[in-house]
């Protein structure tokens, strides 16, 4: 049972350019976060997501950042025109639901996407 | 500001030790909480977790272990192995309130020879 996939592995953009990263979640986990890091800093929440509905955007910039996850196919998260300060590591985690209660499902981590902007 | 954080950035250990690894938290709504392991250029390995119904839970070589009074959680790893360094993170859930997990800094562990 391969765990959470993201591609590409490292990607690097000049600024101004687009940012386009793709996060495949656990076989049978319909629900998938992202997350990004700093350097030196834990991971900061940006967007939870089920398929073909955005959840939870709290965390996300409200300009240049988009995220979706289709109903066939990765989840993609998009930033356009990015700027130095989009540079870091960005993560993926899935989980196979939102059980009864409220109560939420172990979230488990993709291997992320590091991206540098020059 | 955050509402969880480690007391210590750095854990350097001898191999065969145990090590503690400390986490405070500040919100008393918290009810799920995740110890991840983080090692160099690889992203976060759930550990152990923990629900806010217990105070303590085991894993192999792990002991998890909640204080709900001091809001405190602590991460004890029996017989510290090389193969154990990286960052550790707590992460918090508070479930009737959000969805994301809430991660603290880390705790860098060293482990030598």
């Known amino acids: 049972n391969a765990g959470v996939m993201q591609n590409p592995r490292h990607l690097v953009r000049r600024r101004g350019q687009e940012a386009r990263l793709r996060c495949s979640p656990m076989?049978?986990?319909?629900?998938v976060y992202w997350y990004r890091q700093l350097p030196e800093e834990g991971l900061k929440f940006m967007v939870y997501?089920?398929?073909?509905?955005?959840?939870?955007e709290s965390g996300m910039p409200k300009e240049r950042f988009s995220a979706e996850f289709p109903k066939e196919g990765p989840s993609i998260l998009r930033i356009q025109q990015v700027v130095r300060g989009d540079s870091a590591a960005y993560f993926c985690a899935s989980s196979p639901r939102r059980g009864t209660s409220g109560i939420t499902d172990t979230q488990y981590f993709g291997p992320g996407t590091r991206l540098t902007v020059l | 500001g955050e509402s969880v954080g480690l007391h210590l950035p750095t854990l350097s250990v001898q191999e065969g030790d145990n090590s503690i690894i400390n986490c405070a938290y500040s919100n008393s709504a918290s009810d799920y909480f995740i110890w991840y392991k983080q090692e160099s250029g690889k992203g976060p390995q759930f550990i152990i977790d923990?629900?806010?119904?217990?105070d303590k839970r085991q894993g192999q070589r792990v002991t998890v272990l909640l204080n709900k009074t001091v809001k405190h959680l602590s991460l004890q790893i029996a017989a510290t192995q090389p193969g154990d360094s990286a960052v550790y993170f707590c992460a918090e859930i508070i479930n009737q309130a959000g969805t994301a997990l809430i991660f603290g800094k880390g705790t860098t562990l060293s482990v030598s020879s």
């Open positions: 076989k049978g986990h319909s629900h």
């Open positions: 997501l089920q398929k073909e509905n955005i959840i939870d």
């Open positions: 923990i629900r806010s119904n217990m």
